[in-house]
T-cell receptor
Framework: DVKVTQSSRYLVKRTGEKVFLECVQD?????MFWYRQDPGLGLRLIYF???????EKGDIPEGYSVSREKKERFSLILESASTNQTSMYLC??????????????FGPGTRLTVL | AQKITQTQPGMFVQEKEAVTLDCTYD???????LFWYKQPSSGEMIFLIY??????QNATEGRYSLNFQKARKSANLVISASQLGDSAMYFC????????????FGKGTRLSVIA
């Protein structure tokens, strides 16, 4: 079974702190994604990566950065957390090329609260 | 650019009855895939069903079926014989099959199954 894990289920941080959200997948997937989920807005793509050291901006990259030093690990970084970044963060992975039925596999999510 | 529209923020259904969750999409691509995910209160995203744009038959997976109407650009999810465990958020998503592209999600529909 594909397993995508995220470092924390719940996280509380203060405004201005630097926050790291870690995601690890064990299926040798090339593609990894970070989404944030807010009520009434669905899932919005923050960043994605097709390979080690590669990254692409999604729809809402402002205020975030990412790091992919190893194939299995994709980190989301909030350089200076703000209250409007309080949200559920979901990581996902899938194979390169994404054949027709290749769905994205999701981690359990990290619910981040910024005070 | 692709867009997914789910017009029903919330729905109620009686246990053992069928329910249809609406999804319309917009894309200029000819080759694309449509996905439905379930998100229970625990937060994990569970893949339910897939439909390819060139698939001639509607997809079915157990109690789930996808009513695909290409000309109308709709991909409604039908759940037959609803169960209490079906209560969850449901997300429709799509991606083009040309190139390595992420999923684009709708805003979701919250389904509540009543005993």
């Amino acid at each position: 079974d594909v397993k995508v894990t995220q470092s924390s289920r719940y996280l509380v941080k203060r405004t201005g702190e630097k926050v790291f959200l870690e995601c690890v997948q064990d299926m040798d997937h090339e593609n990894m994604f970070w989404y944030r989920q807010d009520p009434g807005l669905g899932l919005r793509l923050i960043y994605f990566s097709y390979d080690v050291k590669m990254k692409e901006k999604g729809d809402i990259p402002e205020g975030y950065s990412v790091s992919r030093e190893k194939k299995e690990r994709f980190s989301l970084i909030l350089e200076s957390a703000s209250t409007n970044q309080t949200s559920m963060y979901l990581c996902a992975s899938t194979t390169l090329g994404q054949g027709a039925k290749d769905t994205q596999y999701f981690g359990p999510g990290t619910r981040l609260t910024v005070l | 650019a692709q867009k997914i529209t789910q017009t029903q923020p919330g729905m109620f259904v009686q246990e053992k009855e069928a329910v249809t969750l609406d999804c319309t999409y917009d894309t200029s691509d000819q080759s694309y895939g449509l996905f439905w995910y379930k998100q229970p209160s625990s937060g994990e995203m569970i893949f339910l069903i897939y439909q390819g744009s060139y698939d001639e038959q509607n997809a079915t997976e157990g109690r789930y079926s996808l009513n695909f109407q290409k000309a109308r650009k709709s991909a409604n999810l039908v759940i037959s014989a609803s169960q209490l465990g079906d209560s969850a958020m449901y997300f429709c998503a799509m991606r083009t099959l040309s190139g390595n592209t992420p999923l684009v999600f709708g805003k979701g529909t919250r389904l509540s199954v009543i005993a």
